[in-house]
């Protein structure tokens, strides 16, 4: 707190000093020019701002979805947890629903391989550079205890009997080493593969595909080699006691609980069946998916079946479960998973391919009946489980919100401290729609323990995607679970097969893909941008109707034409202007008049809106379409910026052409007008509009930037799907004439008149799949290029007469100088950094809102910032935040019409702010480069912040948090930032997260409280906090992965049993294995490496009786290695004292005869 006053008495000083112009923006920012001392000096005295950077920090809290390119699978059977490990080094732990942990391995190495520890809280992880992991689950966030690195060898095969403390682990040499899981130290204990093959056999046996030990006596190890050679180790004797050949690669191998018999699948889509008895030739064999020959040959081989397991059942026949086998000749089946279960085959087909499963069984101890009761089956993108206690084999209904890439996420909105009464509506909407057909019994993965926490604000994510598709889902308390999904592609008819080239669709693939989306909670009122071009409004209703879309169509070109001419430097004569002004087309029905073949196309939407009654379930229904149309062949450009506000009535949009702004109550457009004629007089640029540069043709997003730098800018807007730096979804070879198939033959010689700014629709990708595609410009070249102010040179903006609209905000604000009240607005922002005021004049009564019209003129207002415009917000005379007004839900479609609950009520602003207002607001506005804190009415610039100079901000929001407000940014270089409101000072800037693809820029949001989220990986969402307070709270809202819990008793064997049953419970691996037999291993085969999840894990283990264990184990640990040592000092006494009496008696001998003299 001293230096925050320290800072405000120099602030005091520059005020009063009387050479100072305006009050400078914390940060270095320089002040408005038109401002006064006194006006830069008046607010901060007026309004006491409570936050400071205490109140902020960085953490991670929590990722949802499903695992990236996933490629390993474990199950601890007894904590009933599993773990997935993925091709960049993540694992997650997933267990009952809250129960969702996610790990990193720091070198992004592929996780080959996991092995649980059973009921020990603890995880071998193998990763692809030869690096075992022992991660501490003992704690809510697992941290590696120990790493072994192996130097000369590839690791490929692990395996870990259970209760044992030694891991075997197979090589690409073919070599079997031990590791001790405690001390993960190598034993010199080595199987070398030139021992364990016979002497006569000359070729290599191949990599270790499988280790296992047997079931009858663990002191036997099962190896399987890849080129079809299984040798059976006995660990005491050093030998191999049995080996079995076979003439197809081995992929894997599963024991018979008994250890009398084991099972092999091989790569023509074969199992082996052997028996120990008879290791010559296999016991069975069969090829499951293999048709049977008619002259008894040898069925016809099949695709590798590539993991088998067998699993024995007290009272029925054992299930043989194997993931591939198919039939060549089948060519287009999906991936499959059999099951075999006595002599009935069951086949599940997938809808990905399999990646690895593991079958479920009622106990832990391998030599007992089996008794499998479920498969969890990992695909490339999903998971599933199949119960087999029932002989359908229904799935389980999946508790994990691992269908969130369901279609590819294009953008994501985030609302934190919503309404609480919404969540239980949109779930009751959306519970409606649920499948059936689940299996009746619980979600077997249920382990770990997690509570609410003190969190209790509700909080929800919404999702757009590829197909059209909108997600709601409940994110409190960092869960995440769906509530509601609306599908917006249901408002058009569907695009038939061959009629590509006869429409008017602009977008090859996903032409229904969400682009933006706008809701406001609190009137339920929802908006999406679709990538064709299209905004469709939704109400929301908890009555099914049946009714008639309403759909409006709006031309919103460019209005000069782009002539291109062989002299660039030559202006053109233009038309006359009248005839260039945007005409609107309003029409209550959807036109589907589609031009013929060699004809322009004009007037008509992307997309055709259903013109018959459409039936709309419960939930979001649509109220009205607004579509853009083609003009004079051009298609229209994607929508860069929305916004709709339930009060007004109103919903405006704006692309790189113009604005629009639509009465969704009356379905009339009010406005449809190009950006520069917006300005009007008050344009400060006076720009002429020109004809293009031949050599500037804008191509693909971000592949010209060195080159076109400003056309580029201009283009700047907050779509996921679209061609702008923000939304860069082109390929990189695509050129800006390359729209000949889209456009008519007769319309060749316009071509080429697109200008800079106006790029082709092409196919809409998601964020999800967008990498970053910078073929042309390096990284550096790309800051260089966006670090040039665009709104300093006027020379530079001239080149274009196109200014995307980045930025819209409606508010009820002053919208001139010398007004003295406030009224409702609309803001508008610019890509070249202006802002402007329009004027809505509504009725003055609400029963004239429905007949007389809305009136929206420009004010004449315009401000300025360096870069494009972001993001809007007031603040009144205290510092609170202003909500824009709004209308209080009501059911359009209630049974009760009385007068009562046809009225609308109306909030005009918020509750926190209720008192008079005063008679000044602030503006806060924020641009990719810099953040201005506005004085209204006067205009008065009080504060200015530059954000960045050489990057530029991705995504900027006015956000609440301990009941104050703050700007949050992101920008893309990496950093987070908070600045306080209205002063912009600096609270936090932490470089945070490298932009390493664009699909991060896409989906970047903040919320309010200190949350924020993006798109981490194609299928998932990370979520992350800016809140110390959260940070500090996480530890308990986190969930437990281990709880006490007894490992079950082992079944009584029967005497007879125990006499002949082999004598696997006698075998001690420790006498066996350890450095006193076995020796030490090479140096130079492995290294040690000490992790960091030892006494700063237990720091950071949850309370209780589960941190009272971890520090008793490891308490117990140290005390055992203390008395271990002491044991050995005693042991050393002992040998000197013996050796000591020894030679003391040999003495006493020598001397025993002799007199004193004789000495």
Not at 21 to 41: E, K, N
Not at 1048 to 1056: D, I, K, T, Y
Request: with cysteine; charged share 20%; proline share 6%.
């Amino acid at each position: 707190m001293k230096k925050f006053n320290f800072r405000k008495v120099l602030d005091g000083l520059t005020a009063s000093s009387p050479g100072s112009g305006s009050g400078s923006g914390a940060g270095g920012g320089s002040a408005h020019p038109g401002g006064t001392a006194g006006a830069a000096g008046t607010p901060r005295d007026e309004i006491q701002e409570t936050l400071t950077s205490d109140y902020f920090q960085i953490c991670k809290t929590v990722r949802h979805g499903f695992p990236y390119l996933p490629t390993a699978l474990a199950f601890d059977p007894v904590q009933k947890i599993l773990a997935i490990g993925t091709r960049t080094g993540a694992i997650r732990i997933l267990g009952r629903p809250g129960v969702d942990c996610y790990c990193q391995h720091e070198s992004g190495a592929a996780v080959l391989q996991l092995q649980f520890l059973i009921n020990e809280g603890a995880l071998v992880s193998a990763c692809a550079d030869d690096t075992l992991h022992l991660w501490n689950l003992r704690q809510k966030r697992p941290a590696i205890l120990h790493s072994l690195k192996f130097n000369r060898e590839r690791i490929t095969y692990c395996h870990l009997p259970f209760q044992s403390k030694w891991l075997y682990v197979g090589t690409e040499r073919g070599n079997t080493h031990i590791v001790n899981i405690e001390s993960f130290i190598l034993s010199g204990y080595v199987i070398m593969w030139n021992k364990a093959i016979e002497l006569s056999t000359k070729t290599h046996p191949g990599p270790v595909v499988h280790l296992s030990d047997s079931p009858r006596d663990e002191g036997k190890l099962l190896i399987g080699y890849e080129n079809g050679t299984v040798v059976f180790w006995d660990l005491r004797s050093k030998r191999a006691d049995l080996r079995a050949y076979y003439d197809e690669a081995i992929h894997s191998v599963a024991w018979h609980h008994e250890g009398k018999q084991f099972m092999c699948s091989h790569s023509d889509g074969s199992l082996t069946l052997w028996n120990l008895k008879s290791p010559n030739r296999p016991f069975q064999t069969t090829i499951p998916h293999g048709k049977i020959q008619r002259d008894g040959k040898k069925p016809e081989s099949c695709k590798p079946i590539l993991k088998v397991e067998y699993k024995t059942c007290k009272s029925s026949e054992p299930f043989v479960i194997f993931s591939g086998g198919l039939s060549y000749d089948k060519a287009c089946r999906r991936p499959s998973l059999t099951i075999m279960h006595g002599k009935a085959i069951t086949v599940l087909e997938m809808d990905h391919p399999i990646v690895d499963f593991l079958t479920l069984c009622e106990t832990p101890y391998p030599n007992e009946f089996q008794e499998p009761y479920a498969v969890v089956v990992l695909l490339e993108k999903d998971l599933i489980v199949v119960d087999l206690t029932q002989s359908n084999f229904p799935i389980f209904e999946n508790p994990y919100p691992i269908d969130i890439h369901e279609s590819p996420v294009t953008c994501t909105e985030y609302f934190a401290d919503c309404p609480p009464d919404l969540i239980p509506v949109l779930y009751s909407v959306g519970a409606k729609h649920k499948k059936q057909g689940y299996s009746n019994k619980e979600w077997p993965i249920s382990g770990g323990a997690w509570n609410l926490g003190a969190q209790t604000y509700p909080e929800i994510i919404i999702t757009g995607h590829a197909d059209g598709s909108v997600k709601f889902w409940d994110a409190s308390a960092i869960t995440l679970q769906m509530l509601y999904k609306l599908k917006t592609s249901k408002v058009f008819e569907k695009q038939k097969s061959g009629e590509g080239k006869a429409t008017a669709e602009i977008v090859e693939e996903d032409p229904f893909a969400v682009q933006m989306m706008y809701w406001c909670p609190e009137s339920r009122i929802f908006c999406v941008a679709g990538v064709s071009a299209y905004v469709i409004v939704y109400r929301f209703s908890k009555h099914e109707v049946n009714t008639e879309i309403a759909s409006l169509e709006v031309r919103l070109q460019c209005e000069v034409e782009d002539i291109i001419t062989p002299e660039p430097e030559i202006i053109p004569q233009f038309p006359d202007a009248s005839s260039q002004l945007p005409s609107l087309k309003s029409l209550s029905g959807s036109t589907n008049t589609v031009a013929c073949e060699g004809m322009m196309k004009d007037s008509i939407p992307c997309l055709s809106v259903k013109t018959r009654p459409v039936r709309m379930p419960p939930g979001y229904q649509a109220d009205l379409v607004i579509q853009l149309v083609w003009v004079d062949g051009e298609p229209p450009q994607q929508i860069t910026s929305l916004a709709v506000n339930s009060a007004y009535g109103l919903v405006a949009f704006g692309n790189c052409n113009g604005l629009a702004v639509v009465d969704f109550m009356q379905k009339t457009v009010l406005l449809s007008m190009g950006t520069l004629e917006l300005y009007g007089s008050s344009d400060p640029y006076q720009r002429q509009p020109r004809s293009p540069r031949k050599s500037k043709q804008f191509a693909a997003g971000l592949t010209e930037l060195s080159d076109s730098p400003v056309s580029l800018e201009l283009e700047r807007c907050k779509s996921p799907t679209s061609d702008h730096v923000n939304g860069h979804c082109t390929s990189p070879t695509s050129q800006s004439c390359s729209s000949g198939k889209r456009l008519s033959s007769a319309d060749v010689s316009k071509v080429n008149r697109r200008g800079p700014g106006r790029p082709p629709f092409r196919k809409a990708q998601s964020a999800a799949c967008m990498e970053i595609s910078l073929p042309v410009t390096t990284e550096e070249n790309r800051e260089n290029s966006f670090s040039r102010s665009r709104s300093s040179s006027v020379s530079s903006i001239d080149r274009d007469s196109k200014e995307a609209i980045t930025a819209l905000y409606f508010m009820e604000s002053f919208a001139r100088k010398n007004d003295s009240a406030v009224s409702p607005c609309l803001w508008v922002g610019t890509g070249l950094g202006m802002v402007l005021i329009l004027s809505l004049n509504l009725p003055a009564s609400d029963d004239l809102r429905q007949s007389e019209p809305v009136l929206v003129s420009p004010s004449g207002t315009v401000l300025t910032l360096k870069g494009a415009v972001l993001t809007f917000a007031c603040l009144d005379c205290t510092g609170t935040l202003i909500h824009p007004p709004y209308e209080v839900w009501r059911d359009p479609h209630s049974a009760d019409d009385g007068e009562k609950t046809r009225k609308r009520k109306l909030v005009m602003h918020s509750p926190s702010s209720s008192q008079d207002m005063g008679d000044h607001q602030f503006a806060v506005i924020c641009s990719e480069k810099q953040a201005k804190v506005f004085s209204l009415p006067s205009q008065t610039c009080l504060y200015v912040h530059n954000i960045t100079e050489t990057s530029f901000l991705l995504q900027a929001d006015v956000v609440t948090l301990c009941n104050s407000v703050c700007l949050a940014c992101f920008c893309a270089n990496g950093h987070i930032m908070t600045l306080s409101l209205p002063s912009l000072r600096p609270l936090l800037d932490i470089n945070y997260l490298p932009v390493t693809d664009m699909r991060i820029a896409r989906t970047f949001c903040f919320s309010n409280e200190g949350q924020a989220l993006y798109l981490s990986s194609p299928t998932e969402i990370q979520r992350l906090t800016y809140s110390q307070e959260m940070c500090d709270n996480l530890q308990d809202m986190l969930g437990d992965l281990f709880t006490p819990v007894e490992t079950p008793e082992a079944q009584n064997r029967g005497f007879l049993k125990g006499l002949f049953g082999g004598s696997g419970q006698a075998f001690d691996r420790e006498e066996l294995f350890g450095e006193a037999t076995a020796g030490k291993a090479s140096r130079s085969l492995a290294q040690h490496i000490p992790g960091s999840g030892g006494i700063e894990g237990v720091r950071g283990a949850a309370g209780g009786v589960i941190g009272d264990l971890t520090r008793a184990r490891i308490a117990l640990d140290e005390r055992g290695q203390k008395l271990g040592e002491l044991d050995e000092r005693t042991a050393s006494m002992m040998a000197s004292a013996e050796a000591f009496s020894k030679h003391a008696h040999e003495i006493m001998l020598k001397y025993k005869d002799k007199k004193w003299y004789q000495f």
